[in-house]
C-alpha cells in the first residue's frame, strides 16, 4: 500500500490538570480538603492563608451573607480560561471568597473548645482500688494479672485455668488461687466487674441489691431462665417461676436496670465532629441556603512574592503562581457547587424541614442533575461526605435522597417517609400486643401506600428495632 495523508475529524474530553484538580477537590470531605490545602501550603511558598478576613471598622450582618456566584462546574464543561490579566499581582490579597456567614457569635465560648476532660481507663480505676486494700504481695500479684487480662467491657474471657498455665512455673500457681483473687476483683467498683458470662456479670449486680422478693425472683430468672427472658417467652417465665404478672414485670424492670457491660463507661471515646458544609436556617418564612464559613478555607497569595514576581517576569516563581491560582479558583468553585446542590435539595425537601421525616419526598440523582445542568456523577461526589446543618439536625446530603414507593392515588412516597412511619406506629403500638410486619404493611395499605411484608421487615431493621415477639412486653 502507498503511503498518503488522510484527514479525520474526533472529539475527545482532555483532563487538565486543573480539571483533575477541580475533580479531586470535589470529592473530599472537609477534613481531606484542609489536609489536602496543607500540603500545598506547605509546597508553594506563593500561597498563604487569610486569618484575619474581617476589619474591626467593617460591621457584621449576621442575616445577610454574600453569597457566591454561581458557577458551571468544571467537571462537566473542562474549559478553564488560562490567560488573565496580571495587573492584580500588586493588590494586597487574592482570596477564594467570603460566601456565607454561620452564627459567628464572639461570645467566648470557644475558649472551652480545645479542654479535655480527664479520662481514667478501667485498668487504672481498678488498679487504683487495689491499691487501697489490704492484701498479700502475692495476691496483690494475681489480682493485678485478672486486671490485664480484662477486656474493655470489664469481662475475664480466659479460664482460670488457662491463666494459671500462662504464669511461670516457679510461682506454682493453682487455679484456687486465681479463684481467690477473682473473688477479690468481682468486689470492686463497677459491680459487675470481673465476670466471666453476662448471667455471672448481672448477678454480682443483683447480690449487693437489698434483699426482697423481687430481687429473689431476678436472681432465680438470671440463674436459670435467662435466655426465656431475652427471647420475651413470659408464659414459660410464669410456668417455671411460678409467679404472677406483676411479680415478673417488677423482676423485668429489675433487670433492664442492670448494666451488662460495666466496663464500658471507662472506654476512651471515639469521637468524631464533623463539619457541615452549608448551613440551613428560616428567615421570614424563607428557608435560605448558606456555606459554613467555618469549614470555608480562606486562601490568597503572598503579596511580597506576588510583588516580586511582577517586578521580575523571568522568576522561577511563575509556575507556582499559576498554581496557587488554580488552587483558589478551584476551591471557590467547589463550595459554590455545592451551595447550588444544597439550594436545589432544600427547594425540594422543604416539607421535610417544616414537617419532618414523615414529610421527606422522593428525590434522585438525577433530579438535581437535570435542574443544575450537572452530570450525575458530579452530583455523586458533592452529596458524599458533605453535610448541612438544619434546624433538625446535622445531615448528611445523600440523606435527602432515596427510593419511592407508589401510592394508590398514582403519587409516590419516599422510603425515608415510610422509616419514619414504621417507628411512629411502632412506637405508639401497646406493648401487651405489639404490631407484625404484616399488620404494618395493612395498616400502611389503609393509607394508600402498598408496601410487602418484606420491606416493612428490612425497613425495620435498618432502625434497628427488633421483631414483634422481641417487642412483646408482659
Keep these: 500500500m502507498k503511503p498518503s495523508l488522510q484527514l479525520k475529524l474526533s472529539q475527545h474530553l482532555a483532563l487538565t490538570p486543573q480539571l483533575q484538580q477541580s475533580i479531586r477537590l470535589l470529592q473530599l470531605s472537609t477534613l481531606e480538603l484542609e489536609q489536602e490545602l496543607e500540603k500545598y501550603l506547605l509546597d508553594n511558598p506563593l500561597l498563604e492563608r487569610q486569618e484575619d478576613y474581617r476589619t474591626p471598622e467593617t460591621p457584621r450582618d449576621e442575616g445577610n451573607v454574600d453569597a457566591p456566584a454561581e458557577a458551571g462546574a468544571a467537571a462537566e464543561q473542562g474549559e478553564h480560561s488560562q490567560?488573565?490579566?496580571?495587573?492584580?499581582?500588586?493588590?494586597?490579597?487574592?482570596?477564594?471568597?467570603?460566601?456565607g456567614s454561620f452564627d459567628d457569635d464572639d461570645?467566648?465560648?470557644?475558649d472551652y473548645q480545645n479542654i479535655q476532660a480527664a479520662t481514667v481507663s478501667l485498668r487504672e480505676h481498678l488498679l487504683a482500688q487495689l491499691g487501697l486494700m489490704t492484701l498479700s504481695d502475692r495476691d496483690r500479684v494475681l489480682v493485678r494479672c485478672l486486671v490485664e487480662a480484662l477486656d474493655d467491657d470489664g469481662y475475664l474471657t480466659q479460664s482460670l485455668t488457662e491463666l494459671s498455665e500462662a504464669m511461670p512455673e516457679e510461682l506454682e500457681i493453682a487455679p484456687e488461687e486465681l479463684q481467690i483473687a477473682l473473688r477479690h476483683l468481682q468486689h470492686f467498683d463497677p459491680t459487675g466487674v470481673g465476670a466471666r458470662t453476662a448471667q455471672e456479670c448481672l448477678a454480682l449486680q443483683l447480690e449487693v441489691l437489698p434483699a426482697d422478693q423481687t430481687r429473689s425472683l431476678a436472681m432465680q430468672i438470671v440463674g436459670q431462665h435467662l435466655e426465656l427472658l431475652a427471647s420475651h417467652d413470659f408464659p414459660r417465665l410464669k410456668k417455671h417461676t411460678g409467679c404472677d404478672d406483676d411479680a415478673l414485670r417488677a423482676a423485668h424492670l429489675l433487670i433492664c436496670s442492670l448494666?451488662?457491660?460495666p466496663g464500658a463507661a471507662y472506654a476512651s471515646p471515639d469521637t468524631r465532629y464533623i463539619t457541615p458544609d452549608v448551613v440551613v436556617r428560616k428567615m421570614r418564612g424563607q428557608w435560605l441556603v448558606n456555606v459554613?464559613?467555618?469549614?470555608?478555607?480562606?486562601?490568597?497569595?503572598?503579596?511580597?512574592?506576588?510583588?516580586?514576581?511582577a517586578r521580575q517576569r523571568g522568576s522561577g516563581l511563575a509556575g507556582q503562581l499559576q498554581e496557587a491560582r488554580w488552587l483558589i479558583r478551584n476551591v471557590q468553585q467547589r463550595f459554590d457547587t455545592i451551595l447550588r446542590v444544597a439550594q436545589a435539595i432544600v427547594e425540594r425537601q422543604?416539607?421535610?424541614l417544616d414537617h419532618g421525616?414523615?414529610?421527606?419526598r422522593p428525590l434522585v440523582l438525577r433530579e438535581i442533575a437535570e435542574v443544575l445542568g450537572l452530570h450525575e456523577s458530579t452530583i455523586s461526589r458533592v452529596t458524599t461526605q458533605k453535610y448541612m446543618a438544619t434546624p433538625r439536625g446535622i445531615f448528611e446530603l445523600k440523606y435527602f435522597f432515596?427510593?419511592?414507593v407508589s401510592t394508590d392515588a398514582g403519587g409516590a412516597c419516599s422510603a425515608t417517609a415510610i422509616r419514619a412511619l414504621i417507628k411512629q406506629m411502632i412506637?405508639?403500638?401497646?406493648?401487651?400486643?405489639?404490631?407484625?410486619d404484616s399488620q404494618i404493611s395493612e395498616v400502611l395499605g389503609q393509607q394508600g401506600i402498598v408496601v410487602a411484608r418484606r420491606t416493612i421487615a428490612k425497613y425495620r431493621e435498618a432502625l434497628s428495632i427488633p421483631p414483634v415477639n422481641l417487642r412483646k412486653s408482659i
Design 83 to 99: 490567560a488573565e490579566d496580571d495587573s492584580w499581582l500588586g493588590d494586597q490579597a487574592v482570596t477564594a471568597g467570603s460566601s
Design 107 to 110: 461570645d467566648g465560648d470557644g
Design 259 to 261: 448494666n451488662p457491660r
Design 292 to 309: 459554613n464559613s467555618d469549614a470555608f478555607p480562606r486562601l490568597r497569595i503572598n503579596s511580597l512574592y506576588a510583588q516580586i514576581l
Design 350 to 352: 422543604r416539607q421535610f
Design 357 to 360: 421525616e414523615v414529610a421527606m
Design 402 to 404: 432515596g427510593s419511592h
Design 427 to 436: 412506637s405508639a403500638e401497646e406493648p401487651r400486643k405489639p404490631l407484625s
